[in-house]
Nanobody, 124 residues
Framework: QVQLVESGGGLVQAGGSLRLSCAAS????????MGWFRQAPGKEREFVAA????????YYADSAKGRFTISRDNAKNTVYLQMNSLKPEDTAVYYC?????????????????WGQGTQVTVSS
C-alpha cells in the first residue's frame, strides 16, 4: 500500500505557473503508475496527466497538452505536475493517484490509491 501527499497548490494569476508535487511513502514507488486528476466545484473529477512506472511515457488530457508536464523522480518517490500558462478554468482541487496496473489508466477508476488533494486557484 502507498500513501500519497500532494503539495504546491496555491493562488496564481492567469498566465502564471505552479509546480505540484506528490510524495509517496514506501520503497516500491517505481512499481506504481502515477496520475494527476482535478475536480472543480460542481464538476466531476477529470483526468489531467499520467506517467508510466519508468517515467518514459506520459499521457495528457487535451486541456493539459502543451501547458502541463508530468514527471517523476523514482529516487525521491515523487511525481510532479508542472503547470504553465494557467487559466481560470484550471481552478480545481488537484489529486495525485497511484496504481500497480500494467497499463497507464486515464480514468479515475483505474487508480487504487489517492492523495488528499491540493487546491489550485487561478485568478483572472
Amino acid at each position: 500500500q502507498v500513501q500519497l501527499v500532494e503539495s504546491g497548490g496555491g493562488l496564481v494569476q492567469a498566465g502564471g505557473s505552479l509546480r505540484l508535487s506528490c510524495a509517496a511513502s514506501g520503497r516500491t514507488f517505481s512499481t506504481y503508475v502515477m496520475g494527476w486528476f482535478r475536480q472543480a466545484p460542481g464538476k466531476e473529477r477529470e483526468f489531467v496527466a499520467a506517467i508510466n512506472k519508468s517515467g518514459g511515457t506520459t499521457y495528457y488530457a487535451d486541456s493539459a497538452k502543451g501547458r502541463f508536464t508530468i514527471s517523476r523522480d523514482n529516487a525521491k518517490n515523487t511525481v510532479y505536475l508542472q503547470m504553465n500558462s494557467l487559466k481560470p478554468e484550471d481552478t480545481a482541487v488537484y489529486y495525485c493517484a497511484a496504481d500497480r496496473s500494467w497499463s497507464v489508466p486515464q480514468t479515475d477508476g483505474g487508480y487504487a490509491y489517492w492523495g488528499q488533494g491540493t487546491q489550485v486557484t487561478v485568478s483572472s
